[in-house]
T-cell receptor
């Protein structure tokens, strides 16, 4: 039973380019969460999605960031026109239900470096 | 903000000693979770304790929760070098809040020397 998969593990982009981060949840999980971690910091919530629905995007920057979780395929976090401040580790987590008493299973993360 | 705060920020001990990390939070919760993160890796779930529980054990881990003080502690007994990692507490935001999202603190960096 594979865990949460994220790819790529490392992504380097130049300022102004687009970054696409992918997340495949654990089998049977239909709830996906994205978090961002800056160096020496804890994880900060970005967005919570179910299949084809954004449930809570209150942690997402209003511009340049978007997320989707289509009926088929992985969840995608998209960052347009990246800036240096977007450099961080982006983690995806999944759970079988979107309830707070369910543990969230985390992927290995994608480390984005913006040059 | 509900964000938890771990204390201490860093802890350095010898193998065999016990390590205690604390977490404080601001508002009511449904549960509190502890995670471990090895350097450059993802988070591994350690233990979840519900708001109506006071203590929970899992192997060498012991977690306590005091909702009146809005605090939790994680005790690792008989530590090993392999326990070296960052430890984070994560809370939800309690009743009436958006379900699912977790609030993390900055973590405690534990170093266990052989």
């Amino acid at each position: 039973n594979a865990g949460v998969m994220q790819n790529p593990r490392h992504l380097v982009r130049r300022r102004g380019q687009e970054a696409r981060l992918r997340c495949s949840p654990m089998k049977g999980h239909s709830h996906v969460y994205w978090y961002r971690q800056l160096p020496e910091e804890g994880l900060k919530f970005m967005v919570y999605l179910q299949k084809e629905n954004i449930i809570d995007e209150s942690g997402m920057p209003k511009e340049r960031f978007s997320a989707e979780f289509p009926k088929e395929g992985p969840s995608i976090l998209r960052i347009q026109q990246v800036v240096r401040g977007d450099s961080a580790a982006y983690f995806c987590a999944s759970s079988p239900r979107g309830l707070s008493y369910n543990e969230q299973f985390f992927g290995p993360g994608t480390r984005l470096t913006v040059l | 903000s509900q964000q938890g705060e771990e204390d201490p920020q860093a802890l350095s001990i010898q193998e065999g000693e016990n390590a205690t990390m604390n977490c404080s939070y601001k508002t009511s919760i449904n549960n509190l979770q502890w995670y471990r993160q090895n350097s450059g890796r993802g988070l591994v779930h350690l233990i979840l304790i519900r708001s109506n529980e006071r203590e929970k054990h899992s192997g060498r881990l012991r977690v306590t929760l005091d909702t009146s003080k809005k605090s939790s502690s994680l005790l690792i007994t008989a530590s090993r070098a392999a326990d070296t990692a960052s430890y984070f507490c994560a809370t939800d935001a309690g009743r009436g809040s958006t379900l699912g999202r977790l609030y993390f603190g900055r973590g405690t960096q534990l170093t266990v020397w052989p």
